[in-house]
């Protein structure tokens, strides 16, 4: 899943529009992937183990059991999308790399996404 991104959604939350903007940004260089679901998210956390994605986009409230298990078999980059404004902290110290709190801008996500992928490229 190298020079991939996976954008995993949580229940009725909308992430077609960040999904689309990200494929017009990287078309031909990145595949973008949406997991549908928290259930389809473990399930590509679960099968990330050898070779995950750059970076993935985690669209999830107070929980961080996901984020959790991501951590634990993958370095990518993860950017948190929340509702929740008071998770920021607890995302942050379960291994989240950036953190967003909705609504946000699609153009400070995609500022955000760049500026995190090239500190990947430094690495």
Known sequence: MKNKILIVKS???????VKELLQEEYEGKREVILAS?????IQLADAISEEGPELI????DRDTSLLRKIR??????VII??????????ALN???DDFLAKPFSLMELLARVRALLRRGEWQ
Not at 37 to 41: I, N, R, Y
Not at 57 to 60: E, G, K, T, V
């Open 72 to 77: 634990k078999v993958s370095r990518a980059i």
């Open 81 to 90: 999308l929340s509702n929740d404004k008071d998770s920021v902290t607890a």
């Open 11 to 17: 229940g009725e939350d909308d992430t077609q529009n």
């Open 37 to 41: 679901s928290q259930k389809e998210g």
């Open 94 to 96: 379960a291994g989240a």
């Open 57 to 60: 986009i985690l669209d999830i």
